[in-house]
């Protein structure tokens, strides 16, 4: 049999980097990126059995390399992206033993590790995991997923968000109650998968969902999917973020799809063809089993229009509906707010709306135009 023909790198120079192991052309493919060449001999080691044993660490920081190989590692290759300053680096384990490629970029750091025995892996998962410092009570890490020419792709950003009872005074009484039972769940088992809230636009669906982060951040990791069409009609998309948990094995994962309202109508199937299905079996069916994945859906929709197998018992973990405030509700929310003026809301009012009034966010308006009236002939 013919050997797999090989790449020899070289160095910035062009001359033949002897130490440094080939890249088999196997792994290169049409579209190949400079990450793909860095990773390369790591997925090398693991494809022909020298360190099988591998694992992903992500942390919610971008570290220095020099941290990242501390005294343990020797680097072997590296990629400098000069517009974000970010670093990719594939390091050597100076016993010889295993190997990892670290991408520190875009405020956070991922570390993908192979090792010769599942001790060694574990070792250097732990390692790694140590160097995440503790993260400030406001603020929670999220991915943020998008569906590529190339493939799924997700990238790390870290928000500020309220704690829930900093904000429940926003919601009306019919809906503080239900999101004050959810904010309090803990890795629910039996109750279903999909979180669906839907309310008009205005009614604070967002800003909820934000407190929900912070509350659930101790055991979910989030993902927000920005194009939930694609997530929903492409399964290797949505398998990959379904199995994207690296080292975080004891966090479920919270998916956020907001505004999903094409695959909760009534006539979702014939619209949207196996997406809905797909949906569907994430949160109950075999897709999703032994992942714990929770679905969170937002939509603007009435109750009344979403599909009877999206709402059946069982499948859904929660169901919310955010209304309006009603009149006396809006004038009692005002008044918290210091508009002691009296004001038409006879038909209540919406959360955006209530905080316009307030004078907490003004619009950018073109000043109303008067019809001019008809003049007589000369």
């Not at 508009?339 to 038909?347: E, H, K, S």
């Not at 003004?362 to 002939?377: A, K, L, M």
Request: aromatic fraction near 6%; charge should be negative.
């Amino acid at each position: 049999m013919s050997s797999t023909p090989a790449l020899r790198p070289v160095s910035l120079d062009g001359t033949a980097d002897a130490t440094a192991p080939p890249i088999p052309v196997s792994l290169v493919q049409f579209h190949v990126d400079w990450m793909s060449l860095v990773e390369a001999p790591l997925a090398s080691s693991v494809i022909d059995g020298t360190e099988p044993h591998g694992a992903r660490v992500t942390l919610a920081v971008q570290l220095d390399p020099q941290v990242v190989i501390a005294d343990l590692f020797r680097i072997e290759r590296s990629y400098v992206y000069a517009s974000t300053g970010g670093q990719a680096v594939y390091a050597r384990h100076l016993d010889g033993d295993a190997g990892c490629v670290a991408l520190l970029a875009e405020g956070e750091s991922r570390i993908d590790v192979s090792a010769r025995t599942p001790a060694r892996r574990d070792e250097l998962v732990a390692h790694f995991a140590a160097l995440a410092p503790a993260a400030p009570a406001d603020q929670v890490r999220l991915k943020f997923w998008r569906q590529r020419r190339d493939g799924p792709r997700s990238s790390g950003r870290t928000l500020v968000v309220p704690a829930w009872d900093e904000i429940v005074g926003n919601y009306p009484a019919e809906a503080r109650g239900p999101l004050d039972e959810l904010m309090c769940v803990e890795r629910p088992t039996g109750r279903g998968n999909l979180v669906l809230w839907h309310g008009a636009a205005g009614t604070g669906k967002t800003t909820a969902l934000r407190a929900l982060l912070r509350s659930w951040r101790p055991w979910t990791t989030a993902h927000i999917v920005t194009d939930p069409e694609a997530l929903f009609s492409e399964p290797d998309y949505l398998l990959e973020v379904l199995g994207d948990g690296g080292s975080e094995r004891d966090r479920q994962p919270l998916i956020v799809c907001e505004d999903a309202d094409e695959y909760l109508r009534a006539d979702a199937r014939e619209k949207s063809g196996a997406a809905l299905g797909r949906l569907l079996n994430v949160t109950d069916g075999l897709l999703g089993q032994g992942t714990g994945a929770i679905i969170v859906i937002t939509t603007n929709d009435p109750l009344a229009k979403l599909h009877s197998a999206v709402t059946r018992p069982g499948r859904c973990l929660s169901v919310v509906e955010f209304p309006p405030f009603g009149a006396a509700e809006a004038a009692d929310w005002l008044r918290a707010h210091g508009v002691d003026a009296p004001l038409p809301l006879r038909d209540g009012a919406t959360l955006a709306e209530l905080v316009e009034l307030a004078g907490s966010t003004q619009r950018i308006v073109t000043p109303e135009r008067r019809s001019p009236g008809h003049g007589n002939y000369l």
